[in-house]
């Protein structure tokens, strides 16, 4: 049957969290400029790497503490870090407008999220309640990040969406959070970052090559 969102149960630091992703969610599918999506990226996977610490995972402090500082240093420095560095490599260009522009953009991340909220609202009750709190923000976010990679013309910017549906699976991930079981989330954010390396490695040897990264100049290629 039904449900109610148990969003209020959650801690006033939790929620200001959630509230900054799904805003950010909305800047990037608003920003014109790679710069500015890395920033607000950078901010993104910054504020998601404090919800294991305010919300007091069951695991040591010092080990809080330090999957804190992990997360921290993956998401809001190393991953965007790359991403400058790829972007810098690159020559200058003028912005390109997505496939479905900004406005209609933002519209669709909008719907998106509130596709998210009725999908919560209508599931059974879960076993974990905090799966259900999450659940929205965390589909909203995956969802944006979906958006970034099939209506950007930039391969730069689709990179930066991949990185938008982890950040998503991350939330997703951290109701299942149990013990030592934190080390899988871990894990698999080392394997994303390997996977990011390998994406802007491929971007800049693909610019040397074609002398763009223009999504649709690459397809109109013929041999």
């Known amino acids: 049957m039904p449900v109610s969102l148990p ?6 630091w939790v929620q200001a969290i959630l509230g900054l992703i799904l805003i ?4 990037l599918l608003a920003a014109e400029r790679q710069q500015i999506c890395i920033r607000l990226l950078a901010l993104q996977g910054a504020a998601i790497s404090f919800l294991p610490l305010v919300m007091e995972w069951d695991v040591a402090a010092w080990t809080l503490f330090a999957l804190t500082l992990a997360f921290l240093f993956i998401k809001g420095i190393a991953l965007p870090h790359m991403l400058r560095r790829a972007h ?27 596709f998210a909220l009725w999908l919560a609202v209508s599931m059974p009750t879960p076993a974990n309640p905090l799966f259900l709190a999450l659940f929205a923000p965390a ?21 930066m969406g991949y990185l938008v549906m982890e950040n998503g699976i991350f939330l997703l991930g951290i109701p299942l959070v149990r013990g030592d079981t ?42």
């Open 7 to 12: 969003l209020f149960s959650l801690s006033p």
């Open 24 to 27: 950010l969610n909305l800047g």
């Open 88 to 114: 810098r490599s690159l020559p200058a260009s003028a912005p390109v407008p997505p496939y479905l522009g900004y406005t209609r953009s933002i519209l669709a991340g909008l719907l998106g999220f509130a």
């Open 139 to 159: 589909f909203g976010t995956i969802l944006t990040g979906l958006l970034l990679i099939v209506t950007r013309r930039k391969a730069l910017t689709q990179i």
């Open 182 to 223: 934190y080390w899988l989330e871990l894990t698999v954010m080392l394997d994303i970052w390997v996977g990011i390396f390998v994406m802007v490695l491929a971007v800049y040897h693909l610019n040397r090559a074609v002398h763009t990264t223009d999504v649709d100049r690459i397809n109109s290629l013929r041999d």
